[in-house]
């Protein structure tokens, strides 16, 4: 997936808004000269209604007597029964010589007062919806998809637990964190080997959260850096600002991008500025244990990572190599 911020994508959602406005003009400009050509005695009509309406209310602002003021609005609505009735007899129907928009209250300018209507807003987190998706298996990983049979009912070596137990205990937990996901919420460090369903548990909540409304973004760690390295030098480049500003941020497989001193510092200050502001991160990685954590980032980096997140460790044998 191609992060992308709220003002790209609030610039995409206005220009597609601009489209149906434009198709609606359009074809209601369209039936209107069809209808012209068919019943000439439609020129002019407009305006001859705008002038009969205007007379009516000029009478009312001046004070006429209350039975001049009714004549001159009856002779606006007389005109545009007439002209309606012009219009049927040609067989069109009146409605469809108006611009049909798609959003009444803001008639497809994407404005109401001077603010983003909410037509634009539903379609910024479409989009948002559809870059998720996109980005990984969506349709699978729901919570309903995830399977708890596959984890093997055995005893787990010093955690006293069968590794069934344990997913369970985690499925539950981030279950509950979606069902009840607010930006309160802590950040996640889910871990364990490959193919334990980290990915998998961590698009559930995605798709949950989502739904709620929120702002969120799914990148994978090696996609994500690839592209901040490539920005570096690059002012309209917005991975960070994407990933800073997401009110959930999914940063999946960490420990699979390709470190270089400059993402190293990009990673510090990701961290850093989420934990500032109070955001929730959900990290996966196959890093289980913070010495390897270190030996890969810096101290600083993994303190600060690990001080903001609950640890959920996953458990078991690759599921993606069963029941295929
Ligand atoms: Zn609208």
Redesign the pocket.
Known sequence: MQPMNNEELTRRALAL?AGRRQRAVTLAQQRTEAALQQVPALAGWEQRQAAAGLAAARLAASGAPEEQVRQALARARQLEAQREALLRDAGFDPAGLQPAYT?G??R?T?Y?NGRL????RALVQEMRQRAVNESGPLALSSFDSFDLNKYPDTSVPGLGLTARAQMERVYRYCKDYADQFTLENPSLYLCGYAGLGKTHLALAIARQVLEKGYNVVYVSAQNAFSAVEREHFDPEGRTMDTMQDAQLLILDDLGTEYITPYVSSCLYSLVNTRVCRRLPTIYTSNIVTDADLQRRYTEKIVSRLLGSCEMLFFVGEDIRLQGK
Do not use: I, Q
Not at 117 to 120: E, K, L, M, P
């Open positions: 808004v959003c209250r803001c497809d994407g109401v209507c909410s037509c634009v």
